[in-house]
């Protein structure tokens, strides 16, 4: 059970949704703005938000930096743009996951609990007080923070993730599977998310798949972070 918030200007989804949310018994709050959204998370707490992003006031991307600006509660997007480097962007402006509408309720009920899996573990979870270093780059997942050669990085909450787990195992090589069930605590899903979130963290570290310093990419096998040799 959890506390939703739906932002859709479209009555009928709109409807479709709460009715549907309700019937699986979480609480729901539904608005269809995006200033009405913002409104909302200053003053209720949610678990988790659901975004449409074609709302009438506010781009969705503005409107997720917005809320980005205000609260850490998980966010998914759902978009009838098939546009990968639109939910590129907003994964890496901090949304949780996305949908592509038209979607199922099943599909929305899967994102839903794995996301919710997520922040609900993160939260709870002990946080390793220990620093961790891989050459150059230092990784303090008690203040989470990284700095590459003094220099501190500026990552989203799931950069951070992903390169906190993997300077945990230098040297060593990660499978995929791992990483999703380990970073997205997800036993399911595609290997673009994996992708898009290392490209990004590729780019912030300074380097590329065809020229990799730390972050190696084995093809069908997984993911290595090591000091350059
Ligand atoms: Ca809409």
Same mark, same amino acid.
């Given at each position: 059970m959890a506390r939703v918030l739906v932002v859709e200007d479209d009555q009928?989804?709109?409807?479709?949704?709460?009715?549907?949310?309700?019937d699986a018994s979480h609480t729901v709050r539904s608005v269809g703005t995006a200033l009405e959204a913002l409104r909302e998370v200053a003053q209720v707490g949610f678990d988790v938000v659901i975004l449409d992003l074609g709302l009438p006031d506010l781009d969705g991307a503005e409107a997720l930096k917005m809320l980005r600006g205000i609260t850490d509660v998980p966010v998914i997007i759902a978009t009838?743009?098939? %546009?990968?480097?639109?939910?590129?962007?907003?994964?890496?402006? +901090?949304? %949780?996951?996305y949908l592509t509408k038209p979607f199922s309720v099943e599909h929305l009920s899967a994102r839903?609990?794995?996301?919710?899996?997520?922040?609900?573990?993160? &939260?709870?979870?002990?946080? !390793?007080?220990?620093?961790?270093?891989? *050459? +150059?780059?230092?990784?303090? !997942?008690? =203040? =989470?923070?990284?700095?590459l050669d *003094?220099?501190?990085l500026d990552l989203t909450r799931r950069e951070f993730d992903l390169?906190?787990?993997?300077? &945990?195992? !230098? +040297?060593?090589?990660?499978?995929? =599977?791992? /990483?999703?069930?380990?970073?997205?605590?997800?036993?399911? *899903?595609?290997?673009?998310?994996?992708?898009?979130?290392?490209?990004? /963290?590729?780019?912030?570290?300074g380097e590329t798949a065809a020229? !990799? =310093?730390?972050?190696?990419?084995?093809? +069908?096998?997984g993911v290595k972070l090591e000091p350059p040799r």
């Open positions: 009928f989804v709109r409807s479709a949704l709460i009715r549907h949310l309700t009838a743009r098939d %546009d990968e480097a639109e939910i590129v962007r907003l994964l890496n402006d +901090g949304a %949780d996951d839903m609990a794995a996301v919710l899996r997520r922040s609900r573990a993160a &939260g709870t979870a002990a946080a !390793p007080s220990r620093e961790l270093r891989v *050459g +150059g780059l230092s990784v303090d !997942p008690l =203040r =989470r923070r990284a700095e *003094g220099v501190q390169l906190a787990f993997l300077a &945990g195992r !230098p +040297g060593e090589v990660v499978a995929r =599977r791992e /990483l999703l069930a380990e970073v997205w605590q997800q036993s399911y *899903g595609d290997d673009q998310t994996i992708d898009v979130h290392l490209s990004w /963290l590729r780019r912030k570290l020229s !990799p =310093r730390y972050l190696h990419t084995l093809r +069908g096998v």
